[in-house]
């Protein structure tokens, strides 16, 4: 989905938030591609609500502007910005009929009768939902409310479609089911999302873009791919994906690899990724999943592998997969999650691990 | 389950005491204003509407009657516009000192009505205005706001935000979001509290025998002052009349809303 070649819908300059004295979003500066759908991403209280009710104009950016299609909508207020917003609760109008509800937004447009009736009727279609139009929001289930809220909001045509953590109060499986409705109805539509979760799969999943936020400020956008195999820094890693995190100083560069001295005192390949170069001080991000491990007695290295002995302290069955954690040398644990094939390993039970040096992903440890 | 234990007799009994010393004076109003005769002796020699008839008779008193009920109706109006207004503030915006603002517009509540009379008479004094209409008005106006301020906001917390970013983002105006979103939604909460701003300016007595003039005298101001002279059974036929009021209102209002709301869904 994602070009690269097409201009920004929505677009960040210098934005800063403060409630008071909180700065809830600090100096960002952000693009949003025509048709993409960006993820805000984040722990709890990293400002991600703030940023996208700055877009809806439900909140006043303390300092900096904000662009949609190229004109500056600062001074724009709500109602004229042709935004859809999708909260968390969905926020239907209790006392109006699923019909009344979705032609909300047309009755404020330059919409006739006759129109309204078949732009409701082919939204709630798109929703997967006709017939209900009689019906009040309280008859409908949570999953359906959310359906209807997306309706109305995709009703108007909208430039840009905006939702604050829309399947949060869905239970598990319908949560996964959602997503890829929203996903699909985004494609097909090609309207411009902004998505704010701060569930990694959701992110993951659904988007041409993640722009990851801790405390207000932006640690990293990029396509997921890039975003979960090239975290910026620590936070990154560690918010996306099960990471462990080896600090190590590099003691040697050979030709595209490095050679870096763990704690354990080991000497670990890892793959140049950027600008390393003798005596570094450095932070080796290698995810769990990326770990191979062997019984001890049955492993034979393999030439340009890394390995480390260890044994199993403790384990946790996950269905499909396992995961264990593995101590190596006196004080070194590493989490690791591998796919269930031939048997559980025992606690205490000794294991030979192995990890290509291209999973073995550095940044400096100044940044961490 | 059943309990026979004298603890739970007793209790019953204290019950109905307490519910016959509080309506056993109203049941007695009501039949004795159809009897026959001009004094109360039971038992009755039959029945009659003769108070009624001479009730509605009495000039002064239906002057009373129009006085009360016009009153009433306007400060149901302003109280209620007022208040709704002051609530949306309080509710939905932040601003400095709001909640010493809140507090003096619910003060009449703690105040004594007494000290509220005198007040505002003095207050009238000091800007050498006469007593009029209109400061009877403004004074139930004050004594009724703090009801209606607190039914609304109530109801206005439980309004979620979001309905009204909601209908924003869709592209409605401030004006508009109102119209069609939070008044709908806060018209149960209006209804009761112009109800009770009603209720209370037509049966106050201690502030507006303050304010009233003789040209604005309320019901109750009249029954205070029929009072003075004798116990005429005419008083029993106006007060059945008021209760007949008091409590009909409320359930005719209360049977209307639903059947409002029915008709919507
Ligand atoms: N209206 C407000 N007044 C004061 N502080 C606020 C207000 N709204 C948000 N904040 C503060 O700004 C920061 C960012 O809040 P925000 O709601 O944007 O976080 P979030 O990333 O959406 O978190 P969550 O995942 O919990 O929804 C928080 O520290 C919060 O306390
Ligand atoms: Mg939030």
Redesign the interface.
């Known amino acids: 989905m994602a070009s690269g070649k097409k201009k920004p819908m929505v677009q960040f300059k210098g934005i800063l938030k403060r409630f008071d004295k909180v700065v809830a979003v600090e100096k960002m500066d952000f693009d949003i591609e025509e048709g993409s759908l960006v993820t805000l991403l984040g722990p709890s209280g990293c400002g991600k609500t703030t940023l996208l009710r700055m877009v809806?104009?439900?909140e006043e950016p303390t300092e900096g502007d904000i662009f949609i299609k190229g004109k500056r909508v600062n001074d724009i207020?709500?109602?004229?910005?042709?935004?859809?917003?999708i909260?968390q609760?969905y926020?239907l109008?209790?006392?109006k009929?699923i019909f009344d509800n979705v032609a909300?937004?047309l009755?404020?447009?330059d919409v006739s009768k006759d129109e309204i009736t078949e732009k409701v009727t082919r939204a709630l279609e798109m929703v997967r939902l006709p017939g209900v139009e009689n019906r009040?929001p309280s008859q409908l289930s949570g999953g359906q409310q959310q359906r209807i809220a997306m309706a109305?909001?995709i009703v108007?045509e909208p430039d840009v479609l905006?939702m604050d953590e829309p399947l949060s109060a869905l239970d598990e499986n319908l949560r996964e089911a959602m997503r890829r409705e929203v996903d699909n109805l985004q494609q097909i539509l090609g309207v411009t999302t902004i998505f704010v979760t701060h569930d990694q799969r959701e992110a993951l999943s659904m988007s041409d873009k993640i722009l990851v936020m801790k405390d207000g400020r932006k640690q990293q956008e990029g396509d997921p791919e890039s975003v979960y195999n090239q975290p910026a820094n620590h936070f990154v890693a560690d918010f996306l994906g099960h990471s462990n995190f080896i600090a190590g100083e590099v003691v040697g560069v050979v030709d595209g690899h490095l050679n870096v001295r763990i704690e354990t005192g080991d000497i670990l390949l890892a793959e140049n990724n950027g600008s390393f170069s003798k005596g570094d001080a450095v932070e080796m991000i290698v995810r769990a999943q990326r770990f191979d491990a062997f019984p001890k007695a049955e492993f034979e290295p393999v030439e340009g592998m890394n390995h480390f002995e260890g044994h199993i302290k403790d384990r946790s069955y996950m269905g499909g997969e396992v995961s264990y954690f593995i101590k190596l040398g006196a004080d070194r644990e590493i989490h690791i999650i591998s796919m269930m094939r031939t048997r559980l390993y025992e606690i205490g039970e000794a294991v030979s691990v192995q990890v290509a040096p291209h999973h073995c992903y550095l940044i400096h440890r100044s940044e961490s | 389950m059943k309990h026979f234990s004298p603890g739970w007799t007793l209790i019953r009994i204290y019950t109905f005491l307490v519910y016959v010393f509080m309506f056993a004076p109203i049941v007695v109003v009501i039949v004795l204003a159809f009897n026959p005769k001009q004094f109360g002796i039971f038992p009755m020699e039959g029945v009659s509407l003769r108070w009624f008839i001479k009730l509605a008779q009495n000039e002064s008193i239906i002057e009373a009657f129009r006085n009360s009920l016009i009153l009433g109706s306007l400060t149901a109006v302003f109280s209620t516009g007022i208040g709704i207004l002051a609530a949306l503030a309080f509710i939905r915006f932040e601003f400095p000192g709001k909640n010493t603002f809140n507090t003096i517009l619910l003060s009449p509540i703690m105040i004594p009505e007494v000290v509220l009379g005198v007040a505002l008479l003095l207050f009238l004094r000091f800007l050498q205005q006469p007593k009029s209409f209109v400061l009877l008005l403004i004074g139930h106006v004050v004594l009724t706001l703090p009801y209606v301020l607190l039914i609304v906001q109530a109801r206005l917390v439980g309004i979620?935000k979001?309905?009204e970013?909601?209908?924003?983002?869709?592209?409605?105006?401030a004006f508009?979001?109102f119209r069609?979103?939070t008044f709908?939604?806060l018209l149960p909460a209006i209804l009761a509290g112009a109800l009770f701003a009603f209720t209370i300016s037509f049966d106050d007595i201690t502030a507006t025998l303050f304010w009233a003039t003789a040209q604005n005298q309320t019901v109750p101001v009249k029954i205070f002052s029929m009072l003075r002279n004798s116990i005429s059974p005419e008083i029993n036929a106006l007060g059945a009349v008021m209760i007949l009021l008091t409590v009909t209102t409320p359930l005719l209002a209360g049977y209307l809303s639903r059947k409002f709301s029915k008709v919507?869904?």
């Open positions: 809806a104009g439900l207020p709500i109602h004229k910005r042709n935004l859809g917003m909260f609760n926020a109008f209790p006392h009929t909300f937004g009755k404020y447009r009040m109305r909001a108007i905006l | 979620k979001e309905y970013e909601a209908a924003k983002t869709l592209g409605a105006n508009q979001t069609d979103v709908p939604l919507r869904s």
